[in-house]
Every structure is written in C-alpha cells, then in structure tokens.
C-alpha cells in the first residue's frame, strides 16, 4: 500500500503519533536513514509520517514498531488505534472544506474527551446554544455573505450537541454572567436559550454553573477569553483549546494545568451552586421585556 499524503493541515492526532513515534526512534539513535532501509521507504516519506503529513499505513506502521523495539501491549495498541484514529473519517470531516481543520480537531476532541470543561466567559458554548442562537450568531458572523457556508455551520453546530447524550462523559459549563446577558436575537430566541440551559442541565452526564459578573478571579490568573479543557484517555495528552481573533489555538499536558487550575477554582469557589445558577438562570428567562 503506497503512503498517502494528507491535503490539509496534519490533524492533533497525526501530530501525536508522528511525534511519538520520533521520539521511540530518536530514543534508539536510530537515523530516519535507516528506518527508510528497514521500510523500503525513502527518507522523505519517513520524515513525513513524523510530521503527519503523510497518514502511515498500517503495514508500515507495524513494521516501524517492530524496528523501535515496542512490545508492551498497551504501549503497541496505543500507536495501533492512534493511527487508525487519524486514518478513520469522522462526520465532521466533511465540514472541513468550509470549516477548516482545527475545527475537525476540536469537534473530535469533543466526540473523544472522558471529559470536557468549559469556561463561556462572551457567547454561551456551541454545545449549548440553541438553533435559533446559532443562526443569529452566524448570520453575524463573517460568513454571513456565504449562504453554503452557513448551512453548513449550522448543520455541523446542530450534530455536535449530540455528543451530550452520552452517558459516559462528563460536561461541565461554566457561564459567566456576560454569556448569559449579551443579547442574541429577539426576545424569543433569548428565554428559549434560557429554557434549553434549563433543559441540558437535568442530564446527568452535564453540570452548569453560573460565574457572577463580581468575580474576576479568571482576570487575576491572566485569563482573559473563554477556553475548553479536555481530558483524554490515557496515554493521550490533555488539551486546552483557547478562542482567538485568528482561531483556535490547542495547547497540552502539562500546559494545560493553569487552564484546569483557573476552572476548578473558579467552579469551586466563585460559582453559583447548581441550584441557586439554576435559580438565576429561571430569573432571567422570566423577566418582562
């Protein structure tokens, strides 16, 4: 089977494995020269296959482990399934073309984490919003002027609420009070986002707090944008995947501790209690307008 190159950026996935798999190599000083020899392979592809590039096939990729010396059975099925991860096609794939890679990236975070951890400090989570939210924030958006391309955002937005269906993950949301006051659409659109928070909250698999506007703990720690912590299965790392104006930007293990500091105390400490945000939350979606 001949090698094939990836057209876009290398997914997180192919970055782990191609890194992973350097490190095993590098380990043994051995040289790219000779894994290209023990493959049949030239240097380029190998150095590729490192880079994430070039998605290994599995032939080749049971042949570098075999030259790495990698016979622990956890350490061999951890490269085995990472691979066929980064060789396997998700929903959000087909998305890419409008959306871009580092969105497949995060959508498959999402689909992935043992747990999930989201500080919304402007505009609520896009696992949370409603269809109605979605499309107004979107027809603001900058890809408002491309009627294909909003479809396809909503379409995507609306598949990845599904993954808080699944009993065997752990969400937890915490909604700074900007979130839930910043005005998105008319006033229907806004108590229908209040009643689907209200909604979401009573799976068990999802917890939702409330950050009142007071607190600027989050300010002090020098965080100033929202952020997702995800934690992943071992042996994968943990990341964290910030906002900004140019997109996402992923961090990991271990630079994702001071994300994960700055949530558990905001969550522990500064937070409504479920009942009372549940309570505020109630306020706001029964307030006269």
Same mark, same amino acid.
């Given at each position: 089977?001949?090698?094939?190159?990836?057209?876009?950026?290398?997914?997180?996935?192919?970055?782990?494995?191609?890194?992973?798999?350097?490190?095993?190599?590098?380990?043994?000083?051995?040289?790219?020269?000779?894994?290209?020899?023990?493959?049949?392979?030239?240097?380029?592809?190998?150095?590729?296959?490192?880079?994430?590039?070039?998605?290994?096939?599995?032939?080749?990729?049971?042949?570098?482990? *075999? #030259?790495?010396?990698?016979?622990?059975?956890? +350490?061999? /099925?951890?490269? $085995? &399934?990472?691979?066929? =991860?980064?060789?396997?096609?998700?929903?959000?794939?087909?998305?890419?073309?409008?959306?871009?890679?580092?969105?497949?990236?995060?959508?498959?975070?999402?689909?992935?984490?043992?747990?999930?951890?989201?500080?919304?400090?402007?505009?609520?989570?896009?696992?949370?919003?409603?269809?109605?939210?979605?499309?107004?924030?979107?027809?603001?958006?900058?890809?408002?002027?491309?009627?294909?391309?909003?479809?396809?955002?909503?379409?995507?937005?609306?598949?990845?609420?599904?993954?808080?269906?699944?009993? *065997? #993950?752990?969400?937890?949301?915490?909604?700074? +009070?900007? /979130?839930?006051? $910043? &005005?998105?659409?008319? =006033?229907?659109?806004?108590?229908?986002?209040?009643?689907?928070?209200?909604?979401?909250?009573?799976?068990?698999?999802?917890?939702?707090?409330?950050?009142?506007?007071?607190?600027?703990?989050?300010?002090?720690?020098?965080?100033?944008?929202?952020?997702?912590?995800?934690?992943?299965?071992?042996?994968?790392?943990?990341?964290?995947?910030?906002?900004?104006?140019?997109?996402?930007?992923?961090?990991?293990?271990?630079?994702?501790?001071?994300?994960?500091?700055?949530?558990?105390?905001?969550?522990?400490? *500064?937070?409504?209690?479920?009942?009372?945000?549940? +309570?505020?939350?109630?306020?706001?979606?029964?307030?006269?307008?």
């Amino acid at each position: 089977m001949v090698a094939k190159k990836t057209k876009e950026q290398p997914s997180l996935r192919a970055q782990w494995l191609g890194r992973d798999l350097r490190k095993r190599r590098t380990d043994l000083k051995l040289k790219i020269a000779e894994v290209a020899t023990y493959l049949a392979r030239d240097d380029g592809t190998i150095s590729r296959y490192e880079s994430g590039d070039y998605r290994i096939p599995e032939n080749d990729l049971r042949n570098m482990l *075999d #030259r790495y010396d990698i016979t622990d059975p956890t +350490e061999f /099925a951890y490269f $085995v &399934q990472l691979n066929e =991860e980064v060789r396997q096609r998700g929903w959000w794939d087909g998305f890419k073309k409008h959306l871009g890679s580092a969105f497949a990236d995060y959508v498959w975070l999402e689909s992935n984490a043992v747990s999930m951890s989201a500080f919304c400090l402007a505009v609520p989570n896009g696992l949370l919003q409603t269809p109605e939210v979605v499309h107004e924030l979107i027809g603001r958006g900058p890809q408002s002027g491309n009627p294909e391309q909003v479809k396809s955002l909503v379409q995507a937005r609306t598949l990845r609420a599904e993954v808080l269906r699944k009993r *065997d #993950r752990h969400f937890r949301f915490l909604l700074h +009070e900007a /979130a839930l006051s $910043v &005005q998105i659409g008319d =006033e229907r659109t806004m108590a229908g986002q209040y009643e689907h928070y209200l909604t979401v909250s009573e799976l068990e698999q999802v917890e939702l707090r409330v950050l009142p506007a007071a607190v600027n703990r989050h300010i002090g720690m020098g965080i100033t944008t929202g952020f997702t912590n995800f934690e992943l299965a071992d042996p994968m790392p943990d990341v964290t995947c910030t906002e900004t104006a140019s997109g996402a930007i992923f961090k990991e293990s271990p630079d994702t501790e001071v994300f994960e500091q700055a949530f558990d105390s905001m969550w522990n400490v *500064d937070a409504l209690g479920p009942k009372d945000s549940m +309570e505020y939350i109630t306020k706001l979606k029964d307030v006269p307008k």
